[in-house]
């Protein structure tokens, strides 16, 4: 029996008007549920210049991710995010907790090019580049070799557990398995050094931690890539849903040409679809088929479309079979439809305040970025007034103020600085053997004592009581370096602080 | 331990949580079980749900293991609020509470540092103050724990005293420094206003300052002197210069604790000091430090004066 919601026709004239339920004799429609088994998906494989795109993309980030922590430099890992000693090797640089903000720079200048290709094309990233999109890719490639195309899998699907069912199953399962587990090796070689970590995976000696993570990416990469699928993207994904913000309409994104194809149906090649009231849609369905998220793309722009252009490059099959034009399914925008736009105009929409504003920024910030990269200096130095005391008499005459200072050589080799104190007549640093040497790579907190003489001389004034500006600069030398000898490539950081004379 | 004041508090909160997680169980079962009409034709399809006249929910459903994901979450919170304190006052099977979790990683902590800190009990401690990973240790000890007081550089500042001098209030031999952080130090001068009243006071304080030879009234100070050996030498001795077992300072020398001009002095003699607070006192640590970090740091701050 079902049971059906429905409101009375002219319910806004009863006095108590309100939905009444009622149960229909012979029901009037199909239920849907909130929740619904999810029907497996098997994509059938396509061919075609999208096709080659994300192939080549599949290639260039693989290549990228699972190479790069195989890279040396100056003798270490190039790429390693040493979480546990806190310090991030990319190349030639060293990153501390301290340059976090890069980091946070990395993210918005990662924002600003999502909102900008996702201005000027949809979901480019969903369709080419997400880790998702690409490992879904490798699974399918590797299911497509074993099981074959779709209708063999889909027989697959249905036949009865057998030796063959069993065996093609379990090579499928086995070779995903292997590429995922290779995939959460490679994660963890980022973390912790890659060749030790094949030491210790090939001698059983894994942490517990390593063990844990390895286990941990090789299962999140199975179960996304090989059993969730698309649902990833239509259920978790949250750029599914704000994606509609980002388009306007002209935004390029994959469209059916309704005016084009319709009425749809299905016809001899020789026929003139014409003459016999027929759009070129031959009503084939490839476009469903192809689809990894399983929507028909001729209902139009849905939340579900990973602008993968799957259908493109199977329509245009279609049509070069049949004779027509290419493109009855293509990137276009809103405008460009109804507007029956030429090619010129819709091209030139792309460059609309909108997006000009997006690519300026990310241009700002890049430009910003790569500047402040450029000429970061591989020393920081903190200066934190001491606590304990404000200021105290050294001697007669002589005002003492104590800092605490950390000095940090981000180099990778040990440097030796020497600490001057300047803006006051007189003011020195005392009590401290110089140069300091610190080892690669790594800090020093100590206390530093600055003086000065209350009466400088030589015609200057006396010191008045209160708090004074000066700077603290901290600067390397070359080893072994008897007083000032600067280094060929010199680094220093100059810190303002206060020197207190009481009362 | 309870953060709540009373007992019907408690039980509203726990009612509260019972009924929250019920009412989501109810509302899952409902929703889990619901049929939408798929009307005939229409392309686009709501939940049936409409309000406020026209306004609908698109129904995209969720598979159904999401749904079981929900479920989850009503077991987890369920056997979080068995195991865990979390309703009312009930303490949770466990008997999981902040404070053990934090006392057990401090346990654990120390644990693995104190190796690390005992090697050096088997150490004579001027051999400890030489070795320069122990002085890193003690260093960044001292910043911890002695900072706050005698300074960054060890330097001291008005009533706390300065360690990196060869001058001492209870001697500077590697046993005393380590008897002084083990067990602090509660030295007191007594206020002597009273007793020699506001004259007396001055006088005495201008002898003082003539002991280390500084500027001082001499009449003053001839009176002050007879005073002086009357109610000072007790402490200071006969002739000002200190007693390092009761940690009374030298008054000789140029070091002053609480400064040397005559109102410092003065003030010292009339009020005492120490006796106000418990702030200027050096506190023990025999309760806050191993034996291991003490020895470390006393090494640390004997070297200050005798390690080059």
């Known amino acids: 029996m079902t049971r059906v919601v429905e409101h009375e026709p002219n319910a806004a004239s009863t006095p108590r008007g309100g939905p009444r339920r009622v149960i229909p004799i012979q029901p009037t429609a199909d239920e849907v549920a909130l929740y619904e088994i999810r029907k497996k998906i098997q994509p059938r494989a396509v061919h075609g210049w999208f096709a080659r795109w994300r192939v080549a993309l599949v290639f260039a980030t693989q290549i990228v991710y699972y190479g790069l922590p195989w890279l040396s430099w100056n003798g270490r890992q190039a790429v390693l995010f040493d979480l546990a000693a806190r310090k991030f090797y990319l190349f030639g640089g060293v990153f501390w907790p301290q340059d976090v903000i890069y980091l946070a720079v990395l993210l918005i200048v990662g924002a600003l090019s999502l909102f900008l290709f996702t201005a000027v094309a949809g979901r480019l990233w969903c369709g080419y580049a997400c880790p998702q999109t690409v490992y879904t890719e490798i699974f399918m490639w590797i299911e497509r070799k074993i099981e074959g195309d779709r209708v063999a899998r889909l027989r697959l699907d249905g036949a009865p557990m057998s030796p063959r069912k069993f065996a093609l199953r379990s090579a499928k399962h086995a070779a995903w398995l292997a590429v995922a587990s290779w995939t959460g090796y490679t994660f963890v070689g980022y973390f912790t050094p890659i060749r030790d970590l094949g030491h210790a995976v090939a001698t059983l000696a894994l942490g517990p931690w390593e063990a844990f993570w390895i286990l941990f990416y090789s299962a999140t990469t199975y179960g996304n890539a090989g059993w969730l699928r698309e649902q990833v993207c239509k259920y978790m994904c949250p750029y599914a849903r704000f994606q509609s913000v980002m388009f306007d309409k002209d935004t390029l994104v994959i469209t059916y040409d309704r005016a084009r194809g319709e009425p749809r149906g299905g016809r001899a090649k020789s026929v003139d679809p014409r003459a016999k009231g027929l759009g070129d849609c031959v009503d084939c369905g490839i476009c469903v088929q192809v689809c990894p998220t399983g929507i028909d793309i001729r209902k139009g722009l849905q939340h579900e479309c990973i602008g993968c252009a799957a259908c493109i490059d199977a329509c245009d099959q279609v049509m070069d079979r049949m004779g027509y034009a290419p493109g009855l399914i293509r990137y276009t925008t809103e405008n460009a439809l109804e507007r029956q736009l030429p090619d010129r105009a819709r091209w030139r929409r792309v460059l609309r305040p909108r997006t000009l504003a997006y690519a300026l920024v990310l241009l700002a910030m890049v430009g910003a970025t790569a500047w402040s990269l450029a000429t970061r200096v591989p020393l920081r130095v903190d200066v934190i007034r001491d606590r304990g005391t404000l200021a105290r008499e050294a001697g007669p005459g002589v005002i003492e103020n104590v800092y605490r200072i950390q000095v940090m050589n981000t180099d990778e080799r040990p440097r030796h600085y020497t600490v001057e104190a300047s803006g006051l007549p007189g003011l020195r640093v005392v009590g401290l053997d110089q140069p300091i040497e610190l080892e690669a790579a790594s800090a020093r907190l100590f206390a530093l004592r600055l003086q000065a003489p209350l009466e400088p001389g030589e015609g200057k004034p006396p010191l008045a009581p209160g708090s004074h500006k000066i700077e603290i600069e901290v600067g390397s030398v070359a080893a072994g370096a008897k007083g000032k000898e600067l280094e060929h490539d010199h680094v220093e950081r100059h810190e303002q602080s206060t020197f207190i004379v009481p009362r | ?308």
């Not at chain 2, 002695?146 to 001098?165: E, M, T, V, Y």
């Not at chain 2, 609480?258 to 506190?283: D, H, L, Q």
């Open chain 2, 1 to 308: 331990m309870s953060d709540f004041v009373s007992t019907g508090w408690a039980l509203y909160v726990a009612i509260v949580t019972l009924v929250s997680i019920a009412a989501c169980a109810a509302l899952l079962y409902g929703m889990g079980r619901m049929r939408v009409a798929r009307k005939a034709g229409e392309r686009v399809e709501t939940t049936g749900h409409v309000w406020d006249e026209d306004l609908a929910e698109l129904n995209h459903p969720l598979p159904r293991w999401w749904m079981w994901l929900f479920y989850a979450t009503i077991v987890f919170a369920l056997a979080y609020l068995v195991l865990y304190p979390g309703l009312g006052k009930l303490p949770g099977v466990l008997g999981w509470t902040s404070q053990n979790a934090y006392a057990g990683e401090v346990r654990s902590f120390d644990a693995k540092l104190a190796p690390r800190y005992s090697r050096y009990l088997a150490m004579d401690l001027e051999d400890v103050a030489r070795d320069p990973e122990a002085r890193a240790m003690g260093e960044r000890l001292f910043l911890n724990d002695c900072a706050q007081c005698h300074g960054s550089d060890a330097g001291g500042s008005k009533g706390f005293p300065n360690l990196r001098d060869h001058d001492w209030l209870y001697g500077g031999t590697p046993e005393r420094i380590r008897e002084s952080i083990v067990n602090g130090r509660n030295g007191l001068m007594p206020a002597f206003g009273a007793a020699l009243g506001d004259e007396g006071v001055r006088d005495v304080a201008a002898y003082v300052r003539s002991l280390s030879g500084l500027p001082a009234d001499g009449v003053r100070a001839q009176i002050g002197r007879r005073s002086f050996a009357q109610n000072c030498a007790a402490c200071h001795g006969v002739g000002g210069k200190g007693n390092q077992d009761v940690g009374a300072p030298n008054l000789t020398d140029p070091t002053w604790l609480y400064g040397s001009t005559e109102a410092a002095i003065t003030e010292t003699i009339r009020n005492g000091r120490g006796e106000a607070s418990t702030v200027t006192r050096m506190p023990a640590h025999k309760d806050r430090l191993d034996a291991g970090k003490i020895q470390v740091l006393a090494a640390y701050v004997w070297g200050l004066s005798n390690v080059r």
